[in-house]
Structure formats: C-alpha cells, structure tokens
C-alpha cells in the first residue's frame, strides 16, 4: 500500500465521505481484499500502483489473479473504482465515488 489510510480517511471526512474500510476482506474463503471499501454501498476503490513501471498490475499472471477477483467482486453486485496511489484523495476520485453512492442510494430507493 502507497498511501496512509490516516490521511486518506481525514481527507474524506473533510470532503464529506463516510468512513471506508481499508483491506477489507470481501471472500468468505479467498484471502482477497479491497484497498478501500463501503461494504453497505458495495463501494470498492482499487488503487493500481506500479502501471507504469511493470509492476504487479501490468503484469500478465497478476492481471489474470486481479480479473478472477473482480470479476468476483462484480458478480457478488459490487461497483469497483480504480485509481492510482497519488490520486486517491483528489476531487476526481471523490466525485466518482460520490457518483457511486448516490446512484447506490437511488437503486435501494427503488427496491432494487
């Protein structure tokens, strides 16, 4: 993990996002986790380091590993954001999970 749960948990708070969970364990039986999490929104982030470098998420045997987990998530009815370490706590990322959220909210409303 490239980034502080502490700070991006303070900057969320300040752009009025409710609290995430950091490594959250999703899989009854898989060790796979979410960088960031809203299990009662079903609201993953999944922060991508090392693209550009050959890093585990531009290699193929990773990216294959990184498909069967969300393709998991996905089937379990989860929304998946990406990102990249130095833009977790940027108005961009917020903006889409506020998106995420109120879209999340709207479906519940509607009894989906």
Known sequence: MKYNPD????YFKT???SAPVFEYKFHATRKWRIDIAWPDNR??????????????????????KE???LNTLAGMGWRVL???????????????????MQH????????K
């Open 43 to 64: 609201l993953a982030v999944e922060v991508q380091g090392g693209i550009f470098v050959q890093g585990r998420h531009s290699r193929g045997a990773a990216m294959l």
């Open 15 to 17: 752009v009025k996002l």
């Open 104 to 111: 999340h909210i709207r479906e519940v409303d509607r009894g």
């Open 7 to 10: 700070i991006v948990r303070a």
């Open 82 to 100: 990406f990102c990249q370490p130095t833009d977790v706590c940027t108005d961009e990322v917020v903006g889409f999970i506020k998106l995420a």
């Open 67 to 69: 498909w069967e987990k």
